[in-house]
């Protein structure tokens, strides 16, 4: 009963935000100390698609720079997540522990380094700068999940698979990465949370000329119109919402296939 009321709590939690925006958005003029709205109104809702050209725009450039850092962080990661789990030396947990600087200090403590670096390489103001920033600043997620995973897989997997004579590439892509698979999607979805709700770096690193919306969001919820902000900040939550639905219906499917589920 307990982990029930748990999630029951958890679930009231989510659930409340929601409907406050969703009455936000089907009512703008609800201000205190109106308990309820006091009318209804489709304004925020026909706002939004009055012009969805920008706000598209946006959605799809922030959506399209997230998934490349999730690339980009895994890339970065196997090999040393690998290598951390399995190897034993001294300051191995000094190490680990430098590696997860990005995550432990603020941004801006690093970022105006890496505009002067970015601007001296001709990165700044350009999407491969702002891929690059936003793996910097979250590939330690994804290091981290992907360390525990491989420490609790172990070398015997692999090792089976080349006495069997499979080559390395294949005890890899048909041994390793379907058990690295949940760890990958854990990994990646914090990444991808990291890199979609980025202002700061996506503004610095791409000068304004890269799209993003939280750049497009922020404006507007700062604005009077209290309906097209929650209309907005709703399209905003559903992106990873649906995208987490998204990746479990896939992955549910390729373990069910492959009778690991």
Known sequence: MRHVATLVML?????LPVGVLLLQAGAPGWRYPDVLPPGLSWDGFAQALRNPGPMLAALGSSVAYSLATV???VAMTLGPARFLARASFRGKNLLEGLLLTPALVPAMTYSMGLHFAFIRL???????????????ASYPY?????TTACTHLGP??????????AS?????????LPLLLPALAAGGS????????EYFLVFLIGGGTVPSFTGYLFPVITSSNRGLGAMVTLIFLAVPVALFVLLELLLGGYF???GMR
Do not use: H, K
Request: proline share 2%; hydrophobic share 55%.
């Open 11 to 15: 679930g009231v939690l989510f659930v």
């Open 71 to 73: 690339a980009m962080t």
């Open 122 to 136: 001709g990165l700044a103001d350009s999407a491969v700068g702002v891929v690059l920033v936003l793996s910097i």
């Open 142 to 146: 994804m290091l981290r999940s992907l």
């Open 156 to 165: 015997d997997y692999r090792t089976c698979a080349l006495n069997l004579g």
């Open 168 to 176: 390395p590439w294949q005890a890899f892509r048909q041994v390793e």
């Open 190 to 197: 914090v990444v991808f949370l990291v890199a979609f709700s």
């Open 256 to 258: 069910r296939r492959r």
